[in-house]
């Protein structure tokens, strides 16, 4: 059975930073894209940033370009998004998502739990 379990959400005040893991389990992340998306009450799904195992490129939202990395270790099965300057409009439910794809898709066809991000200004 195919899993991604978000975890590393919190509280933080504004300017502080929060790393987020996505574990999976039922499969490697060889050959698949892990993005990290986000909604926030009353808003839509947002895309964040994705990274592609198969050749380690990366994507990033506009809004967080310079703040938040994300990366993999596929031996842990697992991708991290490290969020620094963090801001009150980060907050949010984070989630991560997977596909069997080489390249950072539009649609995923795994998605896990969330976690919640709060930033306090």
């Known amino acids: 059975e195919v899993q991604l379990v978000e975890s590393g959400g919190g509280l933080v005040q504004a300017g502080g930073s929060l790393r987020l893991s996505c574990a999976a389990s039922?499969?490697?992340?060889?050959?698949?894209?892990i993005g990290w998306f986000r909604q926030a009450p009353g808003k839509e799904r947002e895309g964040v940033s994705c990274i592609s195992s198969s050749n380690g490129r990366t994507k990033y939202a506009d809004s967080v370009k310079g703040r938040f990395t994300i990366s993999s270790d596929n031996a842990k099965n697992t991708v991290y998004l490290q969020m620094n300057s963090l801001k009150p409009e980060d907050t949010a439910v984070y989630y991560c998502?997977?596909?069997?794809?080489?390249?950072?898709?539009?649609?995923?066809?795994?998605w896990g739990q969330g976690t919640q991000v709060t930033v306090s200004s």
């Open positions: 039922g499969f490697t992340f060889d050959g698949y894209a």
């Open positions: 998502a997977a596909r069997h794809i080489s390249y950072c898709p539009y649609e995923y066809d795994f």
